[in-house]
Nanobody, 125 residues
């Protein structure tokens, strides 16, 4: 299984970007999917997660601004980012879990097995 992100770029504060993630291979082995980000000098943090039942979880820092969505048939994942802030600048990763049941910590990177290479998002003042 491979996952690949696209859609990163540069935007001014207050603007919007939409990230996409496609899964390839034996995608039936993917259960939950999520978006993570890592800024220079900081740890990787969970941004948003969506379960196979469509339930979602968001980091407090992006609630009300970011929206995660999934097309289960096509195994594609999107992250719509609105009202962006300079602190949203980071390398954004798409990730997926193996079927492990309910996630105790849905935004913890350790719960995810499949990872993309990342796409850069830069928000300027």
């Amino acid at each position: 299984v491979q996952v690949a992100e696209s859609g990163g770029g540069s935007v001014e504060a207050g603007g919007s970007l939409r990230l996409s993630c496609a899964a390839f291979g034996y995608t039936y082995s993917i259960d939950c999917m999520g978006w993570f980000r890592q800024a220079p000098g900081k740890e990787r943090e969970g941004v948003a997660q969506i379960g196979s039942d469509g339930s979602t979880n968001y980091a407090d820092s992006v609630k009300g601004r970011f929206t995660i969505a999934q097309d289960n048939a096509k195994k594609t994942l999107t992250l719509q980012m609105n009202s962006m802030k300079p602190e949203d600048t980071a390398l954004y990763y798409c990730a997926g879990t193996k079927p492990t049941g309910v996630l105790a910590t849905p935004l913890a990177a350790t719960a995810y097995y499949y990872w993309g290479q990342g796409t850069q998002v830069t928000v300027s003042e």
